[in-house]
Each structure stands twice: as C-alpha cells, then as structure tokens.
C-alpha cells in the first residue's frame, strides 16, 4: 500500500520428465475445475449502477448438508471495516428452488443447512466505496476488491471457483489480471480471486513489453488530465529498474490500473499480478513524479509482502486481524526500494533522493512517538491506525517512515559488515531465492536478520535489536559517513497553522491537535473537527502542499464539520514559529572510498573488488547514471 503521495524460470533438462507428469496433472485439474460441478459458481449482477447495489448469487456445488459462508472482515488495508454492514438481505434454495434455512452465526457468517444436493445462494450488497481499497458500482463504472463483495464457502475456500458478470450497462469492458476471455474467469481458488481487482466501465487501455513480460495499463480517467504515451514511458524505466535489480521477473503478464479523480484520492494497492492506484487528476496532470514513486513503490510489492512474505499473514484470517511485527519491512523497505528504482531509472537524482532522506529522518525526529513505539509495535498497531487519536505524534510513529529509513541505514550497515561487497540488494534477493521461490515465508524480522546475516557472515544483533525492536535513537550520522554523508540540524522560522491533522488512507481529514491559545484555537477550530475545504478547495492529499505554500500573516479559511455534524467556515490568521528539521549533506572531505561506496550505494548495487580497495570508478555505465536528466 502507499499512502504517502497516497521470471520465468529456466528448467533444466534433468526436470523435463518429472514436469510432463506434473503438467498432465495440472491439465486433469484444470479439466475437472471446468467441468465439474465441484466448482463454487459466482454470478454477480451489476444491473442496478445507480442504487451501488450488487446482486450475487452462489451456486455450491453438491456436498455436505450444513455449510458456512464468510464474508471478509478486512482485505487490503490492514483494518477492520466489517463490509457485512453492506449486506442487505441474504436468501438460499436448492436446485429444485426449494428454500432452504440460512441461520446467521456472526456478523460476517451464515450457516445453510439442507445443501447436500447443492444449493443457490442469492444475496444483495451496497458497494459504494471508493478508491484502490474499496469496492464501487455507481454509473460511472464499477472497481471492486472482490472480497468486500464475496462470500467464501469455508470448507471450499482452496477450491476452484468460477466468476462471470451478468448484466454489464451497455458499452462496459472488463480489465482484471485474472487470465480469461469474455465474461467468465475459472480461478483457482478464493485468495487468488480477491487478490484480483477488476475495474468495469469505459476505461483507457495501452500495453507494453519489457524485461520479457507483457504489461498492462487500463485508466480510468478524463483523458485531458493525463498523457498515456509519457506515462507508458515511465513504466517502461520502472519496469526495468526494478527487474533487473531483483534480476527477477516471476509473472508473464502484470496489469497497472490508474484512476485520475478530481478531488481527493487514496494511494495504492498493490497486487501479486497487478496494481491499484490512485491519485488526484491535480497531481498527476503537472507531473508524473508522484505517479511513478507511487507505481515504483506499488510495482515492487509483487516480490516484497506478495512474494517474499511474512509467515504472520499466512494464511490470510478473513475472520480477524493477522498480526505481524514486520510491516517496517513489508512496507518500508519497500520505500526504500521505491527510492532506488526510482535513482536507477533515472526518475530521481542524488540532490532529490538525499534531500527526500533529510525528510524522512524529520518526519521521524518529529514525532515524540519514536522513543516509545518500536518500528515492529507500530507493525502490530497498524490494526489501530484508523483511530484519529492514534495517529497523534506523541503516540504513534509510521512503519512507512521509520521503516524506509531502516531499510537505508540496513543496506548501509550490510555495506559496512561486508566491506562493499553486499547490499541491500542482495538481502532482498537472498529472500526471494530462499523464500519466495521455495514457497516458505519469513518469520518477521527475525527472517530479515537471517538473510542479512547471511549475505554478510556477520552478526547483525545489534542492529535489530536496537532499531527494530527497540526504541533507541538511530545514531545517522554513524551509518551516513561511510558515504560521506552526515545530518546537519537547521532551526528555521516557519508559518505556523495553528493545528495538525490527519487522514486515515483514503478517509477524511480530521483535527489531531490544535495549538492552545493559537488563533486556530480562537477562531473556533476544535480537535475531531473533520476538514472539508481548505483555501475553497476539497481537502485530500495536496492540503499538505496548500498550507505549505501559506505564509506568516496569510488568512487560511476552512470548512469544517463537526463530531456532531454541523458545518462552519472558519479563518483565522496564519502564524509562525521555531521548527527544527535535519538535512542529509556532504562531509568537509570526502574520501575516494566514501566516494566509490556512495555511487554503488545510490545505484543499489554491491561494490566490485576493485573500489573496495579505493580505487574509486568515475565513469557510470551510461545506462544507469545518477543524474540522467528528465524527459
Ligand atoms: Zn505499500
């Protein structure tokens, strides 16, 4: 997910029999999934766009008497959002249209009993939610995380499964990563189902081939807000980078869905075969550096969290949360690669990707929270992160923020452990050979520490212990000056608002605090107010920038709604006050060996020999420079 800016294998010839087997195999299953009626059969009806009504019906195969059907209670943000609210009315019968009894258990479960001869489930569910994390039928189009809408039978939940869509509006097309033509998809179980987003309307499509697989890109926006042949561009250099860094492609066909609305917009979700995304038509129509962070960042979920996995998110608990410590890793080291792909696709420079450090390690500094809450604490208490009071920096930091920089200072310690010859690259290719491609998962970061012990023959203990476990303060500048970096602290005077806010993804923005005795305070401004307008503008994503862009003496006018649900306008004016940030710069000298680490650490790559032992290279392949300018 991101919130902030919102291969093939060769098989060698010795496994050639064993595979011929194997794919006889494979075609029996694939015949029976089609055949018989062993398959759980989704219907879902889209013929009510304007009342958001989704009509699903369930056709369960012969088997047993009593069955249970589940709806999720979470899927893709890690928070409970019970979508069995949604559920209006839920009705079965058998093949001879007999009814049979359906007894509620929970508030996500039903229980049919009589269905040894099959039965028909038929249910209506409201989706409304907008969004990469949610699921939306209006008259626009439909985007559904189909486990906000679908039921599982439990027993069957491993089992294939067919899904067809009945009753399109006129001139809507399907795109979904799911491999099948027309309006059927044969899938081979639940999991992989609702790992699948589809999008149905009138979209925008394009593809590409690159690093030997087949893209993807459907958007869903006003044409006038975006330019697919730049944007197809920029994946192109994505794709590559990330790539051939993991020296990995473990798809044939991977599909980037874009929505471009105006007005605020969420993030991105990633997928094992595809990607959510999206951003407001006002950020991307300027410039395409927040879509190809997010996409980098979304892009290289599908080997870290989709491939390379905790074993606390496996299996996947439908029915509660799935705690785990390693979010830092899933989510922010995923960061920090977005990062390197970005310098190694020539999207991002030195002078960006350091000044972007000095405010990550700010953000991180700000926050009272960083000496109480570990990186692997605020992994756990991600389930939390939908309360307003959470978010607040005396209690909470962000496994985004404070994970991303661990991923940093990893890779520089792994630099340092083995004198230049691993990096983080390799740590992350090690998971992915030892891990992903031998279907095992991680256990946390306990899992990381192994890997980064093993491509560094060195105990790495302390690193976590202190960093990851604990709370201690990370010393910077112990980490920066083997590449010639250190932190400078700079005081400066800033325009003060008078309060601090915060979304929840893609919610509201709500009042976390507001300065006492400031003119926010006298002006009206109350804590858990919700901010709908700011400056006359929706308020989202870019209202960061908007009070940035506001100056000591300026009126900010905001409309807000209350907790009891009164509307006002409120101005007030603008202040200022004494902030301390971090910048990340140069040391007075720089040494050849800093100098020769620093380029391969910006290029995310290892060392050779050669430059560990000072011999500092000056020339970068001409693919690969650090300051490749923009198109
Ligand atoms: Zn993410």
Do not use: C
């Amino acid at each position: 997910m991101n919130i902030r800016r919102a291969g093939q294998r060769h098989l060698r010839p010795v496994l050639l029999a064993a595979l011929l087997v194997l794919s006889h195999i494979a075609l029996a299953q694939a015949t029976s999934a089609a055949q018989s009626p062993a398959a759980v059969a989704y219907t879902v009806d889209l013929s009510s766009p304007e009342q958001h009504l989704v009509q699903v019906q369930i056709i369960l195969p012969p088997g047993s008497s009593q069955r249970e059907l589940q709806l999720p209670v979470w899927n893709a943000l890690y928070q409970v959002r019970d979508f069995a609210q949604y559920v209006n009315w839920i009705r079965a019968k058998d093949r001879s249209g007999k009814s049979l009894a359906v007894r509620k258990i929970d508030k996500s479960r039903w229980q049919i009993q009589g269905a040894e001869g099959g039965a028909i489930v038929e249910y209506q569910i409201y989706a409304d939610s907008p969004g990469p994390f949610g699921a939306q039928l209006n008259s626009h189009h439909a985007f559904f995380n189909l486990a906000e809408i679908l039921m599982y039978d439990v027993d069957a939940r491993n089992s294939p499964l067919t899904l067809h869509f009945s009753e399109l509006p006129s001139g809507w097309r399907i795109a979904t990563p799911l491999s099948s033509p027309g309006l059927n998809f044969r899938v081979e179980n639940y999991d992989r189902l609702v790992d699948s987003p589809i999008e149905i309307g009138n979209f925008e499509e394009s593809d590409f081939d690159e690093a030997g697989g087949h893209f993807r890109v459907i958007v869903d926006a006003d044409p006038a807000d975006y330019d697919m042949a730049a944007m197809v561009g920029a994946l192109h250099k994505i794709v590559a980078a990330a790539t051939s860094w993991m020296n990995d492609r473990p798809f044939d066909t991977y599909t980037f869905f874009y929505h471009f609305p105006h007005g605020p917009a969420g993030g991105g979700m990633e997928h094992a075969y595809s990607t959510a995304i999206e951003l407001s038509a006002d950020a991307v129509k300027p410039s395409l550096d927040t879509l190809t962070g997010v996409t980098a960042h979304e892009f290289f979920h599908l080997w870290n969290v989709k491939r390379i996995r905790p074993q606390t998110l496996e299996p996947i608990d439908y029915t509660k949360e799935n705690y785990t410590r390693a979010l830092w890793f899933s989510e922010g080291v995923t960061s920090t690669a977005e990062g390197i792909i970005q310098l190694r696709a020539g999207l991002l420079d030195e002078t960006q990707y350091l000044y972007r450090l000095g405010e990550e390690i700010t953000e991180l500094e700000r926050r009272p929270a960083h000496l109480t809450q570990s990186a692997e604490e605020s992994s756990l208490d991600a389930w939390l992160e939908g309360n307003a009071y959470y978010r607040r920096p005396e209690r909470s930091i962000s496994y985004y923020n404070k994970g991303e920089l661990l991923g940093v200072m990893l890779d520089l310690a792994v630099r340092n452990a083995s004198h230049g010859q691993a990096s983080l690259r390799e740590v992350l290719q090690w998971m992915n050979v030892n891990y992903a491609k031998k279907g095992r998962f991680f256990q946390d970061s306990e899992g990381v520490r192994e890997a980064a012990e093993a491509v560094t023959h060195t105990d790495l203990n302390s690193f976590f212990a202190k960093y990851v476990a604990g709370t201690e303060e990370i010393p910077w500048d112990d980490f920066l000056r083997s590449v010639g970096l250190h932190v400078v602290t700079m005081t400066s005077s800033v325009p003060d608002a008078g309060f601090s806010a915060s979304r929840n993804f893609d919610g509201p923005m709500s009042v976390a605090a507001v300065t006492p005795g400031s003119p926010a305070e006298h002006a009206g401004l109350q804590l858990g107010d919700v901010i709908i307008e700011l400056q006359g503008k929706p308020a989202g994503q870019e209202s960061r920038q908007e009070l940035a862009q506001l100056n000591g003496g300026d009126t900010l006018a905001v409309k807000v709604r209350s907790r009891r649900g009164v509307e006002r306008e409120l101005q007030w004016k603008i202040g200022s006050r004494q902030e301390i940030s971090y910048g990340v710069r140069d040391l007075d000298t720089v040494t050849a060996e800093q100098h020769a680490r620093r380029i391969a650490w910006l290029k995310g790559e290892a060392q050779s020999a050669g430059a560990i032992s000072g011999v500092a290279p000056t020339v970068l392949p001409p693919t690969e420079g650090l300051r490749v300018n923009r198109e």
